[in-house]
């Protein structure tokens, strides 16, 4: 199979046609620093009211992207894979460009189910299914539910911590090397994996600004994101091909014996598959566990209501989803010219399509900057996408955030934020590495 790393295509310099909405003043959605202090999500406001479909040049000669921000719009993008591909440019917003940031993840992160059109997505995503079914699902959910405990229990007598470090980090954690079938002597390695990706962004971004004259610093750090990436793939490609030979009944060796084509996987979509689960598996569920506590913090009498009525804990999942989006983007490359909203996009153009922003669309949601663990379709969120690359593990996210909930809510009933967060500088995942929390401290 052709890999799409060696021809994904960055975009056509645009706009070709005429531009249907105004260009808005002061969007920096291409840059990662943007979002260290959450999304941008009075300016998506301004998209959606003024120009739901806006071109958004790029620096650096890059060819620039139409912005799409309402639900319906989105929906439609992310719907009609026959006119705009995952394959052609990846879903990243930029292709990887020779000789920045790290070879091996640039190419990785587009060898990839996730960047897959038909019918070769399809394939490849059959092979995922058996580990998202109701009945393995059912098992997950008390498997989940028995380390939720301890977790608590390692927390209730501090009286305060970091929920990244005590809890966000490490239920999702468990839960994705209990499907992938990770030893437990292996894991801890994860979470320290996991800190180096949510910078990658960052660090591309500060090598080409210091190309010559990098710190001491930098230096040390491009040592020390270098290693723990290669020791990541290294592990990655030690325990596939071990599955390959050994099978065992767990996500590690549906991925290592899994074919296209009649094909087993290269090495290169090993990596890619490797990379794509321990990153789409964990980081997205740890930061809306994050964000979750920080929106009950913020809406005291909807915390006051689920704690109350625990059987709406299921549809606030879908609501803590909706109001985090964790993941910020997805992008798509037009296989031809067509239409959007009265603008019309052509055959090359990028398209990137905003989660946050369709998420807080108030043509769907009523108030909906607002936390309603009751709202009576919350589940209508697209955070997981739409059509044929919806998410296979939403349910096991919403699976964890339920029973997380459950327990912190009912043992440590006044929980909440201090008001300490640190989000990393990422415009692809809203990633939270830090979130101080408080509570009645408890033996």
């Not at 990662?32 to 120009?51: C, K, M, N, Y």
């Not at 909906?368 to 209508?380: C, E, H, M, S, Y």
């Not at 809510?409 to 929390?437: C, M, Q, S, Y």
Request: hydrophobic fraction near 40%; include cysteine; charge should be negative.
């Amino acid at each position: 199979m052709q890999l799409i790393s060696q021809t994904a295509v960055e975009g056509r310099p645009g706009p070709v046609f005429p531009e249907a909405y105004p260009r808005l003043e002061g969007l920096e959605l291409n840059n990662a620093s943007t979002f260290i202090h959450g999304q941008p999500f009075s300016d998506f406001a301004r998209l959606r009211e003024a120009a739901p479909v806006c071109w958004h040049a790029e620096p650096d000669d890059l060819p620039g992207f139409w912005i799409v921000t309402r639900h319906a719009d989105v929906m439609r993008v992310n719907g009609d894979p026959a006119t705009f591909s995952s394959r052609r440019g990846g879903i990243l917003m930029n292709t990887p460009k020779p000789g920045v940031g790290h070879v091996l993840l640039g190419r990785a992160s587009f060898d990839t189910m996730i960047n897959m059109d038909a019918p070769q997505h399809l394939q490849l995503r059959r092979e995922h299914m058996p580990f998202f079914t109701p009945a393995y699902l059912n098992a997950l959910k008390a498997k989940v539910a028995a380390e939720v405990t301890p977790l608590i229990d390692d927390m209730a007598p501090k009286g305060g911590c970091d929920m990244v470090e005590a809890f966000s980090s490490r239920l999702p954690l468990f839960t994705l090397c209990e499907i992938l079938g990770v030893p437990e002597a292996d894991r801890p390695k994860f979470l320290q994996w996991m800190h180096y990706l949510e910078l990658a962004q960052n660090l591309a971004a500060e090598q080409a600004a210091n190309p010559i004259t990098p710190s001491l610093e930098l230096i040390q750090f491009v040592a020390d994101f270098n290693a723990n990436v290669e020791e990541m793939f290294a592990y990655g490609q030690h325990m596939l091909h071990k599955r390959r030979g050994d099978p065992q009944s767990d996500l590690m060796t549906a991925i290592a014996r899994a074919q296209v084509d009649g094909e087993l996987l290269s090495d290169e979509y090993l990596d890619g598959s490797w990379l794509l689960i321990v990153f789409a598996g964990n980081d997205t569920t740890r930061n809306t566990l994050s964000g979750a506590m920080k929106l009950l913090t913020e809406f005291p009498v909807q915390k006051a209501k689920l704690a109350a009525q625990p059987e709406l804990l299921g549809n606030a999942a879908d609501e803590f989803i909706r109001l985090v989006s964790p993941v910020i983007y997805m992008r798509r490359t037009a296989l031809k010219d067509t239409e959007i909203a009265g603008q019309k996009v052509a055959e090359g153009e990028k398209v990137i399509m905003y989660y946050g922003a369709a998420n807080r669309d108030a043509a769907v949601f009523e108030n909906p900057d607002t936390l309603d663990v009751a709202r009576p379709n919350a589940n209508k969120h697209i955070a997981f996408g739409y059509g044929p690359h919806v998410c296979l593990g939403k349910r096991v996210a919403q699976i964890q955030l339920e029973e997380a909930y459950r327990q912190l809510l009912a043992r440590l009933p006044d929980i909440e934020w201090t008001g300490e967060i640190d989000i990393a500088p990422n415009n692809f995942v809203h990633a939270i590495r830090k979130l101080g929390i408080r509570y009645t401290a408890r033996t």
